[in-house]
């Protein structure tokens, strides 16, 4: 049986493309915001196109923080992209406005330092030992649209807390390093998109669905 993945659908872009990259790697798709398909999927995915602070009004518009919140609590996988992987961080910074986030990692969304911004193109990325997400396209690049990132380590930040394993935190450079995915249990997050990443992306999200069996 294919895993059951939900696009969780709150008003975030176009999202027929992530729909579609799913079905093609061996999910069964479900584009909706209903609490019990969300609660019930073996894997949510959370686009994000647009501004942190209009992305995070959208997804409580809906209850979507609460809904990724109890998954996670219950160790239910998430996959956050682009902007869904920037609201799991402390908070936002855009045009001298702080939005909270989900704080599910520590660190601060912001303007990349860069010549040129927005960073949009395909760029490669520096994976870790014991990636699950990018196993077998460590060396590939991905598809990047955004002038915002985060630029400090979220691993390093959690180190303190032994209790925990520290997220598994991969890499890209435009201007200056920021993070460009994390896995951390059932949350793991890409800041590129992955369905617009061509052999490489859908490889990765093969790796993700795959991993739901």
């Known amino acids: ?15 027929r493309s992530a729909v579609r990259a799913l079905e093609r790697v061996g999910a069964d798709v479900e584009l909706t915001a ?4 969300v609660a019930a999927a073996d894997g949510l995915v959370v686009p994000g196109v647009g501004a942190f602070a209009a992305v995070m009004d959208q997804l409580r518009s809906v209850g979507g923080d609460r809904m990724i919140e109890r998954r996670l609590a219950g160790g239910r996988p998430v996959l956050a992209i ?19 986030g989900l704080d599910q990692w520590p660190g601060e969304v912001v ?13 490669p990325v520096e994976a870790p030992e014991g990636t699950v997400l990018f196993d077998g396209v460590e060396d590939e690049r991905f598809y990047f649209v955004h002038s915002y990132g985060v630029q400090t380590d979220p691993a390093a930040a959690l180190k303190q807390d032994t209790a925990l394993a520290p ?5 890209a450079e435009h201007g200056s390093r920021f993070v460009a ?9 890409t800041q590129f998109h992955p369905e617009k990443s061509g052999d490489a992306g859908a490889h990765l999200l093969r790796n993700w669905v795959t991993s739901l069996r």
Not at 34 to 37: F, H, I, P, V
Request: proline share 8%; aromatic share 6%; hydrophobic share 40%.
């Open 1 to 15: 049986m294919s895993p059951r993945v939900v696009v969780l659908n709150y008003g975030s872009g176009n999202v």
């Open 34 to 37: 209903d609490r019990g398909a």
């Open 82 to 100: 682009c902007v869904g992987l920037q609201v799991m961080f402390t908070s936002g910074k855009e045009h001298g406005v702080t939005t909270p």
């Open 111 to 123: 303007r990349l330092e860069a010549d040129v911004v927005p960073h949009m193109g395909w760029s």
């Open 167 to 171: 997220p598994l935190v991969t890499w």
């Open 181 to 189: 995915a994390v896995e951390n249990g059932p949350l793991s997050a």
